[in-house]
DNA sequence: GTCTATACATCGATAGAC
DNA sequence: GTCTATCGATGTATAGAC
């Protein structure tokens, strides 16, 4: 890892920030020189193009989630554990790579429509269909309610997850884990309240069956 | 009602759906006049500036959703239908204003920090208000669980609503009316499939409480 | 009311000294 | 590798003719 590498790396942290945190046509590149203590065409030394910089950032966020869906698709559980597993590993690489997950989900529709990012756009495709392949096998094997459509499920567990980066803090008093225990439970369980004992134990579902041990 | 102030509403309407589609800072002047077949410099007889246009959009778009969230509100129905009126109306209001919706929370950050949108984070924090005080009597009377912090549950609910602009199309074969079921039925009772007459007949929240006749 | 023309700032990116 | 200096394009907004 030479010194170059460091400051490249730099530039990408603050760059993808900036991004998540002001938006991608309101940062400038004078803005990133300025935050990583360079002037703005020193920065060119490392990257083509401002959109170089976006491209990388997004690519290796992507990259690392259809490695770890994987792994969980890998363990071949049943649905809903695999969707549990999803949510746990989503929340995880969303606290790897903060920014990146809030960038996509801000500048999305940019980037389905500009020419150079077709990477992405195929990498976000594979993810979504992750996510319906399991949605779709528990409503197959009548663990899932068939009356609500797959897809719509699937927008509202992704959307939760996915969001929760705006406004969850990893390292404040409610952890990342617990996080991901509640929307499984509020979302395959549901949040109103229920006496004890009231569903059969042998539910393939219960409140307990997808918190960790 | 003159023909002045049908243009003003268009250029009003055009770019809320620029926008919306391209994002507050990618979409020009130019481009606004373009869409509405006007020079960019005409654009400034009916308003001051690029930013008086975003904010006349928004604080109509908050003012509708606060007087609506009023009437749901008066109804002094039990939490679980509140809430479920809550959804409805969110829906509805959205499908009135499509494009405000999805600006404000594409930009949410953005008008954070601009000086000059403080009526629009006040009405913000209002609308959020009425979501937890709703929440936070559930709570209180028993009918929602009380192991998820209310504010967890808000942003589930808030996201899944506030974010269906981005995929769900009103006019399609899927209507607002069965989105809004959807929500409401997932997140009180659940998307684990249950069999027939596993809860209490008097459980204040069963499935079908919450539909509409 | 709308257009033509343009001021003025700022953007992304480049060239060349060091 | 980083800086200085600047180019050309593009952004918001304005001035004044019509």
Same mark, same amino acid.
Do not use: C
């Given at each position: 890892?030479?010194?170059? %590498?460091?400051? #490249?790396?730099?530039?990408?942290?603050?760059?993808? !920030?900036?991004?998540?945190?002001?938006?991608?046509?309101?940062?400038? /590149?004078?803005?990133?020189?300025?935050?990583?203590?360079?002037?703005?065409?020193?920065?060119?030394?490392?990257?083509?193009?401002?959109?170089?910089?976006?491209?990388? @950032?997004? =690519?290796?966020?992507?990259?690392?989630?259809?490695?770890?869906?994987? =792994? /969980?698709?890998?363990?071949?559980? #049943? $649905?809903?554990?695999?969707?549990?597993?999803?949510? /746990? =590993?989503?929340?995880?690489?969303? %606290?790897?790579? $903060?920014?990146? %997950?809030?960038?996509?989900?801000? !500048?999305?529709?940019?980037?389905?429509?500009?020419?150079?990012?077709?990477?992405? %756009?195929?990498?976000?495709?594979?993810?979504?269909?992750? +996510?319906?392949?399991?949605?779709?096998?528990?409503?197959?094997?009548?663990?899932?309610?068939?009356?609500? $459509?797959?897809?719509?499920?699937?927008?509202?567990?992704?959307?939760?997850? +996915?969001?929760? /980066?705006? +406004?969850?803090?990893?390292?404040? $008093?409610?952890?990342?884990?617990?996080?991901?225990?509640?929307? =499984?439970?509020?979302? @395959?369980?549901?949040?109103?309240?229920?006496?004890?004992?009231?569903?059969?134990?042998?539910?393939?579902?219960?409140?307990?069956?997808? @918190?960790?041990?």
């Amino acid at each position: 890892m030479t010194e170059g %590498q460091d400051r #490249r790396e730099l530039i990408l942290s603050t760059a993808a !920030e900036l991004f998540a945190q002001r938006g991608l046509h309101a940062t400038t /590149v004078r803005q990133i020189g300025d935050a990583v203590g360079l002037f703005s065409g020193s920065l060119y030394y490392y990257f083509p193009s401002k959109d170089a910089i976006l491209d990388e @950032l997004l =690519t290796r966020y992507l990259d690392a989630i259809r490695v770890r869906y994987a =792994t /969980v698709l890998a363990a071949d559980k #049943r $649905p809903a554990e695999t969707l549990h597993d999803l949510v /746990v =590993t989503s929340l995880e690489v969303a %606290q790897e790579h $903060p920014h990146a %997950q809030a960038i996509y989900q801000n !500048e999305g529709q940019f980037m389905r429509e500009m020419p150079g990012f077709e990477q992405v %756009q195929t990498a976000a495709a594979d993810v979504q269909q992750t +996510w319906l392949r399991v949605i779709e096998a528990g409503a197959a094997d009548g663990s899932f309610r068939r009356d609500i $459509p797959p897809r719509v499920f699937y927008r509202l567990i992704r959307d939760a997850v +996915w969001l929760s /980066v705006r +406004w969850h803090r990893p390292d404040g $008093p409610y952890p990342t884990r617990r996080l991901a225990e509640d929307i =499984t439970s509020i979302l @395959l369980d549901g949040f109103a309240a229920r006496d004890a004992g009231d569903r059969p134990p042998d539910d393939p579902v219960s409140r307990e069956a997808h @918190l960790l041990p």
